[in-house]
């Protein structure tokens, strides 16, 4: 097997040293070789080294600067490292090649909201949804956004779509728990919040949020339980 292939199977298998030792290998016969650096970038972003990933993709995007998922895996780096600005840079360069990149679109209106530019984030989220309406991923991002804008019609809307695509996606159980807690239908949150701790019942942020659900219930006793399960 190609070593940058076997790299991609360590990666998927969780094996993120050893994918990153494969790609190291690679890189110190070819140190130009554009899909190495851009399989090491982002294997560093999954393995949550931002900097040295931000470095790698800088190096693939200058030696491959047609690469649309260069730019955009770029772009999603430099967010992470909370640089909006920089990131919408790097992401108009992955649109200026293909305008209709719905990856880009996404991770460019994430960026923008992080700016401090919803109305635009809005934008390129509602693009990206119109064009990857089968992506749970661009359906939870639009949601989130639209939840942080107080549209909840419309976040409702987007999150009744994801969750009939994808009803075990349990990012979209949470944007549907806060919409409930929002409308302080707290029962019904509560059995959102027991149908996402069946998908992942170690899951800290839903004891969390079942506790939070609880107190609000006044059951108090059993609130301070499901924060205890949260630590």
């Known amino acids: 097997m190609d070593p940058l292939q076997q790299a991609h199977s360590l990666a998927q298998s969780g094996d993120l040293d050893g994918a990153a030792r494969l790609c190291r290998a690679v890189l110190a016969r070819e140190p130009e070789n554009g899909y190495a650096l851009f399989t090491a970038g982002f294997i560093e972003a999954q393995s949550g080294r931002f900097d040295e990933a931000a470095k790698l993709l800088a190096r693939s995007v200058k030696v491959q600067p047609q690469s649309v998922e260069g730019w955009t895996m770029y772009g999603r780096v430099l967010l992470d490292r909370k640089k909006p600005e920089e990131a919408i840079g790097a992401l108009n360069r992955a649109l200026s090649i293909r305008p209709d990149a719905p990856m880009a679109l996404m991770s460019r209106g994430l960026a923008f909201a992080e700016a401090g530019k919803q109305e635009e984030g809005l934008k390129d989220l ?13 359906l939870h991002n639009l949601a989130h956004l639209l939840i942080q804008m107080n549209r909840h019609k419309e976040a409702k809307a987007a999150v009744d779509a994801l969750l009939r695509i994808a009803p075990d996606y349990v990012p979209g159980i949470f944007s549907r728990i806060a919409l409930l807690v929002e409308e302080k239908n707290f029962e019904k949150a509560l059995a959102e919040i027991d149908r996402g701790l069946a998908l992942e019942p170690e899951n800290p942020d839903l004891w969390n949020q079942r506790g939070t659900v609880l107190f609000q219930l006044k059951r108090y006793n059993d609130a301070f339980a499901n924060y205890a399960k949260a630590i």
């Open 126 to 138: 509602s693009r990206a949804a119109a064009m990857a309406p089968g992506s749970p991923l661009v």
